[in-house]
């Protein structure tokens, strides 16, 4: 049966992106983020209009296995891990322990949540893997007593929680790169104009696609080949550079259509079952988690993508609550290990979900509204009471961008948006509020949230 949510509001044209994301505790989901594209014209006498966003419940998607299965093998899951230094091995605790050792920070971090042994391997940096072993075996190489070379970061308890839901052993190719822009990961990278260091020295996408193709042909004659599919966490640095308008990639469109390009190679080329986003967080982060919820192009983009493309899923929006404590204590850039524990986990849960194939099913809890600074606005819970916040939005500044989201990952909800219940042209598919289209006399627009 489905169920409506209607956001309604007075006057208005709340351009949004609802998304597939939540709270950290809980399971992932497909329910997608959906940016509004409809609207209706205000009238000139000044009475309130309803703005309406439907979300209806659905069910997730079923896995089916579309390669040739033997009896005979044992089943894996075969991942690229993609994107910038945050998903690079050498990350959480390896980086930690260096500092710890060296007395610069003087507690000592969390380690690593490590898979039983024979149940998850990895490749080393940027390289292949053509057979398991204890020498690539995560229960031995991501072992917090390996200090100085663990590697540690998001796979390990990842693929902890995977191999738990889904008895597979899990496989990583790690091929994620530090510093690295959305087009150095775009199949045409040559293509794109930017300042960053790296302008168009890396052919990333390519290299993926290579080791990708080594592992699976190697791997594929000893093992079932049971899910395939890439994760991915990058956009500081395109925030970073995209503030230079010569740059291809300098706001929310044009990264979205350069992910998009490397998302449908990835997955023609290389036939994978999915792609998963762990969102990134604002590069203005800093002392708060507001700092990290900031609305910014990449974020937008990647939230729009959820929404929209087929198979590629919003895994974890861990990133985007961090304060300074949840990052390393060393150099505040990068996640301490404990983030990355908690966003392994609550990247195989939603994945689980997205797939129809966990055990225990995400319940829907309500949504979040955000304003482009990251504060929270708003929070309503399931039945569409306010909970938190106020149910007013004010012209002007930070409510000029929404950002509005599912409480909980793992819901299979989708929304669709008319105010009035018409369809209109009144705010743009990122986010963006056209005040300019609702008469100077409004100052406000009321939110009410109800369910059906």
Same mark, same amino acid.
Not at 165 to 175: A, N
Not at 389 to 403: F, P, Y
């Given at each position: 049966?489905?169920?409506?949510?209607?956001?309604?509001?007075?006057?208005?044209?709340?351009?949004?992106?609802?998304?597939?994301?939540?709270?950290?505790?809980?399971?992932?989901?497909?329910?997608?983020?959906?940016?509004?594209?409809?609207?209706?014209?205000?009238?000139?006498?000044?009475?309130?209009?309803?703005?309406?966003?439907?979300?209806?419940?659905?069910?997730?998607?079923?896995?089916?296995?579309?390669?040739?299965?033997?009896?005979?093998?044992?089943?894996?899951?075969?991942?690229?891990?993609?994107?910038?230094?945050?998903?690079?091995?050498?990350?959480? &605790?390896?980086?930690?322990?260096?500092?710890?050792?060296?007395?610069?920070?003087?507690?000592?971090?969390?380690?690593?949540?490590?898979?039983?042994?024979?149940?998850?391997?990895?490749?080393?940096?940027?390289?292949?893997?053509?057979?398991?072993?204890?020498?690539?075996?995560?229960?031995?190489?991501?072992?917090?007593?390996?200090?100085?070379?663990?590697?540690?970061?998001?796979?390990?308890?990842?693929?902890?929680?995977?191999?738990?839901?889904?008895?597979?052993?899990?496989?990583?190719?790690?091929?994620?790169?530090?510093?690295?822009?959305? &087009?150095?990961?775009?199949?045409?990278?040559?293509?794109? !104009?930017?300042?960053?260091?790296?302008?168009?020295?890396?052919?990333?996408?390519?290299?993926?696609?290579?080791?990708?193709?080594?592992?699976?042909?190697?791997?594929?004659?000893?093992?079932?080949?049971?899910?395939?599919?890439?994760?991915?966490?990058?956009?500081?640095?395109?925030?970073?550079?995209?503030?230079?308008?010569?740059?291809?990639?300098?706001?929310?469109?044009?990264?979205?259509?350069?992910?998009?390009?490397?998302?449908?190679?990835?997955?023609?080329?290389?036939?994978?079952?999915?792609?998963?986003?762990?969102?990134?967080?604002?590069?203005?982060?800093?002392?708060?988690?507001?700092?990290?919820?900031?609305?910014?192009?990449?974020?937008?983009?990647?939230?729009?993508?959820?929404?929209?493309?087929?198979?590629?899923?919003?895994?974890?929006?861990?990133?985007?609550?961090?304060?300074?404590?949840?990052?390393?204590?060393?150099?505040?850039? &990068?996640?301490?290990?404990?983030?990355?524990?908690?966003?392994?986990?609550?990247?195989?849960?939603?994945?689980?979900? &997205?797939?129809?194939?966990?055990?225990?099913?995400?319940?829907?809890?309500?949504?979040?509204?955000?304003?482009?600074?990251?504060?929270?606005?708003?929070?309503?819970?399931?039945?569409?009471?306010?909970?938190?916040?106020?149910?007013?939005? !004010?012209?002007?500044?930070?409510?000029?961008?929404?950002?509005?989201?599912?409480?909980?990952?793992?819901?299979?909800?989708?929304?669709?948006?008319?105010?009035?219940?018409?369809?209109?042209?009144?705010?743009?598919?990122?986010?963006?509020?056209?005040?300019?289209?609702?008469?100077?006399?409004?100052?406000?627009?009321?939110?009410?949230?109800?369910?059906?």
């Amino acid at each position: 049966m489905k169920k409506f949510l209607n956001i309604l509001m007075s006057a208005v044209l709340l351009t949004t992106m609802l998304a597939a994301c939540g709270n950290p505790e809980q399971a992932g989901s497909n329910a997608q983020s959906v940016a509004g594209d409809l609207s209706a014209s205000v009238d000139t006498d000044g009475d309130a209009k309803v703005f309406n966003i439907n979300v209806h419940s659905g069910n997730n998607k079923k896995f089916t296995l579309n390669r040739n299965f033997s009896a005979n093998k044992e089943s894996i899951s075969l991942i690229l891990v993609v994107g910038q230094s945050n998903f690079m091995v050498g990350q959480g &605790h390896n980086s930690e322990m260096k500092y710890y050792n060296s007395g610069e920070i003087t507690e000592k971090p969390e380690d690593t949540i490590v898979p039983e042994k024979g149940k998850a391997y990895t490749s080393g940096y940027q390289q292949s893997i053509t057979q398991l072993s204890d020498a690539n075996d995560m229960y031995y190489v991501s072992s917090p007593k390996n200090e100085g070379g663990s590697r540690s970061g998001v796979t390990p308890p990842f693929a902890k929680r995977w191999n738990e839901i889904t008895g597979t052993k899990v496989v990583f190719i790690q091929v994620a790169q530090g510093a690295t822009c959305m &087009h150095e990961w775009t199949p045409n990278f040559q293509n794109y !104009t930017c300042t960053c260091p790296h302008g168009q020295q890396y052919a990333l996408y390519s290299l993926a696609k290579s080791l990708y193709k080594e592992s699976y042909e190697a791997l594929s004659k000893d093992y079932n080949i049971m899910y395939t599919g890439y994760i991915w966490n990058q956009g500081e640095n395109d925030e970073k550079y995209g503030k230079n308008q010569s740059n291809t990639i300098h706001d929310a469109e044009a990264y979205y259509n350069a992910y998009l390009d490397m998302h449908n190679g990835f997955m023609r080329e290389l036939e994978l079952d999915f792609g998963g986003i762990s969102v990134v967080r604002s590069a203005y982060s800093g002392s708060t988690a507001q700092n990290s919820m900031v609305l910014t192009f990449p974020r937008i983009a990647q939230y729009k993508l959820c929404s929209e493309v087929p198979n590629l899923y919003m895994l974890s929006t861990i990133g985007e609550t961090c304060d300074v404590s949840m990052m390393n204590q060393g150099e505040t850039i &990068h996640y301490a290990q404990s983030t990355f524990n908690k966003m392994g986990v609550q990247m195989a849960d939603s994945l689980a979900n &997205h797939l129809g194939i966990a055990k225990n099913k995400a319940k829907y809890s309500g949504v979040k509204v955000y304003g482009a600074d990251g504060a929270l606005l708003a929070a309503f819970d399931a039945e569409g009471k306010l909970k938190e916040g106020s149910d007013i939005l !004010t012209r002007g500044g930070a409510m000029g961008k929404l950002l509005i989201k599912f409480d909980t990952l793992g819901t299979a909800y989708t929304i669709d948006t008319a105010v009035d219940g018409k369809k209109s042209e009144l705010m743009d598919g990122y986010g963006n509020l056209d005040w300019s289209k609702i008469p100077n006399t409004k100052k406000e627009l009321k939110m009410v949230v109800t369910l059906d």
